[in-house]
């Protein structure tokens, strides 16, 4: 199983982007998937996730802001971040859930 995930970058405040993450060698479709975050001298926490159903489930701080979703075809989730704030500064990983399995990681910065 692989999970290639890609999109982070540096953005100013404010500003948007989007990861994505596509798995290879596993059962896409009926798998629940999630973006997770670790900042710098934390404990990595639980972004947001999707299940094999569509329905999704958000941390408080990215309610509103945050969209996670799933692209059956592509074999892809990805994670829309919009009005970005600095204290979203981490490396993101996506998750296939049900395996455990982890993506490398991608480096999100936001400069204030």
């Known amino acids: 199983v692989q999970l290639q995930a890609s999109g982070g970058g540096l953005v100013q405040a404010g500003g948007s982007l989007r990861l994505s993450c596509k798995a290879i060698?596993?059962?896409?479709?009926?798998?629940?998937w999630g973006w997770y975050r670790q900042a710098p001298g934390k404990q990595r926490e639980l972004v947001a996730n999707?299940?094999?159903?569509?329905?999704?489930n958000y941390a408080d701080s990215v309610k509103g802001r945050f969209t996670i979703s799933r692209d059956n075809a592509r074999r892809t989730v990805s994670l829309q971040m919009d009005s970005l704030k600095p204290e979203d500064t981490a490396v993101y990983y996506c998750?296939?859930?049900?395996?455990?399995?982890w993506g490398q990681g991608t480096q999100v910065t936001v400069s204030s």
């Open positions: 060698g596993i059962n896409f479709s009926i798998s629940d």
């Open positions: 999707i299940a094999s159903s569509g329905s999704t």
């Open positions: 998750k296939a859930i049900q395996r455990g399995v």
